[in-house]
């Protein structure tokens, strides 16, 4: 199966009722990945998009000038997960991590950053096109090393949630900060 099945499920559950039930539950989650429009792909391709012009401005303009600034090579990774890009028991790990991610954002988004920004040099430095990097980027699949990624991820959270200047995509979108009512000093002064 190219997709999620069961069967990791399976090994994170010695329980099938209980492996049924988290799988179930998954998909749930995971349902508005699967739609006819993609609309919820399509904006977390949009979203990442955004994180890279962010966080590495040469990179987004290299793929920009590539036709490659709507970032479909990593399509696969934010539609099942990142289940192939490493080894069976990483995935499971780093499913973990997004499962359980204590933040209230999409942290898959700063995984795929992370990654990205990790093979920026390589993408850049070949002048790789889109069918360069998409052949790239499939022929990484199992190669990177799980807790640097992550390691890259947090950090790369952590920093960019930090700053003061975020454009408002990325505030209220990807980090879901709430803006301050203008009015929240004057409440707190009145009581």
Known sequence: SS????EYGHCLFKDKQLAFWSFVGYMEKMELHFTMDQKRIQEKLSELSSLVYYCD???????????????????????????REFKPTDVLELWEVLWTCPYDTDYSLFV???MLLHERD????????????LRYINDLSC?????????????????????????????????????????????SQAK
């Open 3 to 6: 997709g999620i099945n069961a």
């Open 143 to 187: 190669s990177l090393d799980l807790h640097v990624v992550l390691g890259n991820a947090e950090a790369l959270f952590h920093l960019i949630r930090s700053q003061e200047d975020l454009p408002f995509n990325i505030r209220s979108n990807i980090l879901h900060l709430i803006e301050p009512s203008p009015y929240s000093s004057l409440e």
């Open 112 to 114: 795929a950053t992370s």
């Open 122 to 133: 390589t993408i850049i430095s070949r002048k790789m096109n889109f069918s360069d990097i």
């Open 57 to 83: 401005s040469e990179l987004y303009n290299h793929l920009e000038r590539e036709d490659s600034s709507n970032f479909f090579f990593c399509f696969r990774w934010l539609l099942i997960n990142f289940k």
